[in-house]
């Protein structure tokens, strides 16, 4: 496996997590009650969109050749960072409101 692969490896793994994030977080909504259920769409969807971002991210960097990918992954780290962060803030969100 090389240095792309495994970083691609490391990419999706992540994305995997949020999504299991996000399928959980809808679940807890489900049987949460009324509240939660009000809040759901927009927070949801909010995190929907982080990971339907990584996975383009994601495809960016698989379809880039040996050649660029390593230019790509310099500014593709600042760039995931700060969608991982703005995964973590919006799911933290979502649990603060559903625990009020």
Do not use: H, T
Request: proline share 1%.
């Amino acid at each position: 496996m090389n240095d792309k692969e495994r970083y691609l490896e490391y990419l999706q793994e992540q994305l995997d997590q949020w999504l299991a994030e996000v399928k959980e977080l809808k679940e807890k909504a489900r049987v949460g009650g009324s509240r939660a259920m009000k809040n759901l769409p927009d927070q949801i969807k909010v995190l929907e969109c982080k990971v339907e971002e990584g996975s383009r991210k994601i495809k960016e960097i698989a379809d880039a050749n040996e050649e660029s990918w390593e230019s790509l992954k310099e500014g593709f780290d600042g760039a995931w960072k700060s969608l991982s962060a703005g995964f973590k803030d919006a799911a933290a969100k979502f649990k603060w409101e559903k625990k009020q």
